[in-house]
């Protein structure tokens, strides 16, 4: 270093020394700012602020909507290519984007498949062999019940002997029957004179993806071949939900409104069909009822409900980061604390022996063994070929069976009209 040098480094060093000693710091660099669009409580808060404090040099800037709405902004983003870094697809619409992979970074190497259940990873499997996602949570459906309602109606509250009331969905639709039979006089006239609708479920509408995620096949087989009209368990599985809706056991309420909310908390409805990432719903919206739930198994066997995975769109500005917090936030270690602290049950299969998995009880939910009873629920699911309009499909139904509901048609014309639109507007 000649002398010049030397005293223009010894002005830099003095003029940074003089400005710190006024209160006036040296211009810090930029941080990144990591763009992520989820739904629902796919990405927890909390994380996210310990991952900033972690890696102080990202800013996670969380854009969140409804699932539907979220699905569609992704859709106009891809083609604009204005998309985030980060993207979680939810499992109804993996078939949509795995027939375009070409907007999706390949994730191959970021993380060990064997530590994931074999069917959920498929379903982040674009339909050229790339990975597109990795699984966030596996939504395994349980039941969810009010033992102190079922007290006040005389049914038993032991969760053993609750699920023995329903090894099937007609016996759930028979016991709710009973249910409701025993109500309060004041609780039969409430829908008409307070609008406030008791029931032993709280929409029977939940009814329908339940019972049709018992099956092998929707919507499509694995070739894309449609079979919505021909596969006898989506008929099942509608003229099923059909039935529980004009059976008077309903209260009608959408779940996430306000309505469903304040339905928890007063015991408007005694059941709710739980995926594992609905506990932590129930826990913040009801907090006053902790020790009056149970869970209980589901009616024929074990069930899914939700699920989704995390994408890193090929238009990200920072895919090496985007990648880096993929890997911390869906590691084995960090889905088993995700579902001791939030609920969210983890798709890595590699934990269902861990004891910590295995044996843990949720005192909200009167100690149940949760990890175990949706290991063993997880352990009885059966892959389904997710196909590309599986949500539009699923839409067509809903609003038919939102007919049903309503008294406007009956399940045979309502099934009729539903088969009639997606034969009009659905193409392989």
């Known amino acids: 270093m000649n002398r010049k040098t030397s005293i223009r480094s010894a002005i830099a060093v003095a003029v940074i020394a003089s400005l710190s000693l006024i209160g006036i710091q040296p211009a810090q660099a930029a ?6 669009w989820t739904f629902g409580n796919v990405i927890q808060t909390p994380l996210e602020k310990e991952y900033e404090r972690l890696n102080p040099t990202i800013d996670l800037v969380i854009k969140e909507n409804s699932m539907d709405a979220h699905h569609q902004s992704l859709i106009t983003a891809f083609k604009a290519n204005t998309t985030p870094d980060i993207a979680a697809i939810e499992v109804a619409y993996s078939g949509f984007f795995r027939s375009y992979p070409k907007y999706f970074q390949n994730l191959s190497g970021l993380v060990n498949e064997s530590d994931y259940l074999d069917w959920r990873w498929d379903q982040g499997v674009g339909n ?3 990975l597109i996602g990795i699984p966030t949570d596996v939504g395994g459906l349980q039941v969810a019940y009010r033992k102190d309602l079922f007290a006040k109606r005389g049914l038993p509250t032991d969760r053993v002997a609750v699920g023995k009331l329903w090894p099937t969905w007609q016996a759930f639709i028979n016991t709710g029957k009973t249910y409701v039979s025993k109500l309060t006089a004041a609780e039969k006239t409430s829908c008409k004179v307070k609008k406030v609708c008791y029931g032993f479920i709280d929409n029977a509408g939940t009814m329908y993806p339940a019972i049709l995620n018992q099956g092998t096949k929707k ?7 449609l079979i919505y009209n021909t ?3 989506v008929k099942t599985a509608f003229t099923t939900t059909a039935t529980a809706m004009n059976s008077g056991i309903s209260t009608r309420i959408n779940q996430f409104t306000s309505d469903w909310n304040a339905g928890m908390m007063k015991g408007v409805f005694a ?5 594992a990432w609905m506990l932590d719903y129930i826990k913040q919206q009801a907090k006053s009822t902790k020790g009056k739930w149970d869970i209980a198994d589901l009616p024929g066997g074990g069930g899914n409900l939700g699920g989704s995975q995390l994408t890193v769109p090929t ?3 920072y895919p090496a980061q985007a990648k880096a917090f993929i890997k911390w936030y869906l590691n084995p270690d960090m889905q088993l604390r995700i579902f001791k602290e939030y609920g969210l049950f983890p798709s890595a299969s590699k934990l269902y022996n861990n004891p910590q998995l295995t044996g843990y ?3 909200f939910f009167s100690n149940a063994p949760t990890g175990q009873i949706y290991v063993t629920g997880a352990k009885q699911l059966r892959p389904i070929f997710e196909g590309k309009n599986q949500r539009a499909i699923d839409n067509y139904f809903g609003q038919a069976l939102a007919k049903v509901a309503v008294g406007k048609m009956t399940a045979s014309a309502a099934w009729a ?4 639109q997606i034969s009009k507007n659905i193409k392989n």
């Open 219 to 225: 919507y499509y087989e694995s070739n894309g071949t």
């Open 31 to 36: 941080k990144i700012q990591l763009k992520i």
């Open 231 to 233: 596969n006898a368990n």
């Open 361 to 363: 009880k949720d005192p």
């Open 128 to 130: 050229d062999g790339k």
């Open 271 to 275: 059941t709710v069909l739980a995926p």
């Open 417 to 420: 009209d539903a088969v009639a």
């Open 315 to 317: 238009a990200a500005k």
